[in-house]
């Protein structure tokens, strides 16, 4: 049965007319973690209420892929990504490509390339190359495309630029590209525009995810969920970054919101991305 909670928060956004299409913006399902194994229907209920379509996700929580899709596409909810562990990827990456097919999605993710401690190091990176590159071409002749999600450690200076530099000179773009988290860009000290226009079609994915003002920002891959913040409250320029983001490449964009807030944050988070030109 679904819970009050639930109820009075569909009726709060319908109430405030929030509808943004299908083809602009969906939902990193990881923002509603906290939901979502408590109540799997009334979650996607909840998103379908939001006017999102698309999602970003791979768990079925309890749930068989069959029976996750059914409720899915009740929801009128379109798998478009699913997330992929490293190790999933170095081992039996047919596995993962098989998985994406089933849940219908286009792409697979990674999100973590895993290191010791804060201590990313050049050994890190060149081993992360060379699986991504692999896998990407066993996804890729499955007709799946791979992105790894940076999340600031890739950062750290190496040679004339960083570490993520390396990664986007040798990882062959026709199997391995990047999802953009704007604010694990922003975090670590860089510009998420600059990184589109230096980049161009290497970030066929997007995170959307806004910052509070005056976080102390590193290059670890931390920080406390509080300061995910409404989107355009805080300092990562979301504007900005949607102005140009899809003349360089970004196919699809997803709202992941880390903070204990995000089903109330979410809806104001769309209405924001409503007003943009």
């Not at 699986?131 to 450690?153: M, T």
């Amino acid at each position: 049965m679904r819970s009050l909670f639930y109820l009075l928060t569909m009726l709060l956004v319908a109430a405030t007319h929030v509808f943004v299409s299908a083809q602009q913006i969906g939902l990193q399902l990881y923002s509603l973690r906290n939901q979502i194994p408590k109540d799997v229907p009334g979650s996607l209920s909840l998103i379908n209420s939001w006017g999102i379509k698309e999602i970003e996700g791979g768990d079925t929580y309890g749930m068989t892929i069959t029976e996750f899709n059914a409720l899915a596409k009740k929801n009128k909810l379109k798998m478009v990504s699913i997330g992929a562990d490293f190790n999933e990827l170095a081992k039996d990456p047919a596995a993962v490509a098989a998985k994406a097919k089933q849940f219908g999605a286009k792409y697979v993710m990674c999100a973590w390339i895993p290191h010791n401690g804060n201590d990313f190091t050049l050994a890190d990176t060149e081993r992360a190359i060379e699986v991504f590159n692999k896998a990407g071409k066993v996804l890729a002749e499955a007709g799946i495309s791979f992105c790894y999600h940076p999340h600031g450690y890739e950062f750290r200076p190496h040679d004339d630029g960083t570490l993520f530099d390396l990664m986007a000179k040798k990882m062959d773009p026709k199997y391995a590209n990047f999802e953009m988290d704007v604010f694990w860009v922003k975090h670590p000290g860089q510009d998420p525009v600059a990184l589109l226009k230096k980049y161009p079609n290497r970030f066929p994915l997007m995170h959307l995810k806004d910052r509070r003002p005056g976080t102390e920002g590193n290059q670890f891959g931390t920080a406390p969920d509080d300061t995910n913040v409404v989107l355009g409250t805080g300092d990562v320029g979301i504007g900005a970054i949607m102005k140009i983001a899809r003349q360089y490449g970004v196919k699809y964009f997803f709202i992941e919101d880390e903070s204990a807030h995000a089903v109330e944050q979410i809806p104001q988070s769309l209405k924001y991305l409503k007003t943009l030109k």
